[in-house]
């Protein structure tokens, strides 16, 4: 199956489709009766005729949460080629994506963070795009409220603004007007939810929805070790990419280099920003399918040994199946 993404076909993305069905068909069988889902943070919440908590059937829910995947694959296959980061066309990118996006069956429902990764695609559109821009000012205020809407949605989504200041470090020399203009893009949006809630006499419960800023960073988190035994081909994939990137950093253009630098930063930051609420989900991790699709991309576009890579492969796709009807 790497073989044939290895080369950009559009129709891969009837193999795609056939893929994300049989990845997540075991789940449909196993859920609950009805999956609730919640969309937005407590902002959103001011306007009562906004309807925010649902319950779907697992099907549905599933279906149209796999609609989306399948979407933000092709987008993030066309980011990567557009931009050329894997040195050639490929389709890895949205295989890759797909499968990291199905290693948990909560990646397979419905969920903010879910729809937070299309605005992780479009801001690593307008990121790339610094390098070769004149003027970033525009790009980096339209960032800001980038960040701020994504935040609406999901609460941890504030900490991509780094995300900004990164790339303003690794593509642009210093301009604070530059640095100032991602602030303000992202005040925007808020300002004028302050004037609604002020308007609507709740400006109080405005500052009460920061509260989980403060939160500390847990001592230890409780898990099943079992059920995470998935990560293990994850892990060496990821280690494999790392060590293909690092081999042939020095080869590739500047910008290419500074590129996997970023979508390494963001990769840490997504990860890293699951503390801002006491009682995360495991859902908040599709935060880092993007950038990990990525290196892992890299990793089968480069690969030598046909029988290790493939091999390794259907070892993921087997374990993926495996644990959506075996939990411990």
């Keep these: 199956m790497i073989n044939l993404f290895r080369k950009y076909n559009p129709t891969n993305t009837i193999w795609l489709a056939v893929l994300l069905v049989v990845l997540r068909i075991g789940y449909v069988y196993t859920a609950p009766p009805q999956l609730a889902l919640t969309f937005v943070e407590p902002f959103a919440r001011l306007f009562k005729n906004v309807a925010y908590d649902y319950t779907l059937t697992p099907g549905l829910n599933v ?30 990118p949205a295989l890759m994506y797909v499968v990291i996006a199905s290693l948990f069956t909560p990646f397979l429902k419905l969920s903010s963070p879910l729809l937070c990764n299309f605005l992780i695609i479009w801001m690593l559109w307008k990121l790339l795009s610094m390098y070769k821009g004149d003027d970033a000012k525009s790009t980096a205020y339209d960032l800001g409220m980038i960040v701020a809407l994504g935040s609406l949605f999901y609460l941890p989504f504030i900490y991509f603004f780094l995300a900004i200041w990164i790339s ?22 808020f300002f004028f939810l302050a004037v609604y809630y002020y308007l609507n006499n709740r400006l109080s419960q405005f500052y009460d929805i920061w509260r989980p800023l403060t939160t500390r960073f847990p001592d230890k988190i409780d898990i099943n070790y079992y059920n ?18 690092r081999k042939n950093f020095f080869r590739g253009y500047v910008q290419i280099r500074k590129s996997f630098q970023l979508l390494f930063c963001v990769f840490l930051v997504a990860g890293l920003s699951f503390y801002v609420k006491a009682n995360f989900q495991l859902s908040h991790f599709l935060l880092c399918a993007i950038p990990a699709a ?27 199946i495996y644990f959506q009807f075996n939990t411990f």
């Design 294 to 320: 990525v290196f892992f991309s890299y990793y089968f576009a480069y690969a030598g040994i046909r029988w290790f890579y493939e091999s390794l492969f259907i070892l993921l796709i087997a374990g993926i």
């Design 168 to 189: 303003l470090i690794l593509f642009k020399p210093f301009d604070w007007r530059e640095w100032l203009a991602g602030i303000i893009g992202y005040i925007t949006v």
């Design 63 to 92: 279906f149209i949460a796999g609609i989306l995947v399948l979407i933000q694959a092709v987008l993030l296959n066309m980011l990567i080629n557009h931009y050329n980061l894997l040195g050639r066309s490929t389709s890895l």
């Design 228 to 245: 995470y035994l998935i990560l293990i081909p994850v892990f060496i994939i990821l280690l494999l990419g790392f060590i293909k990137i």
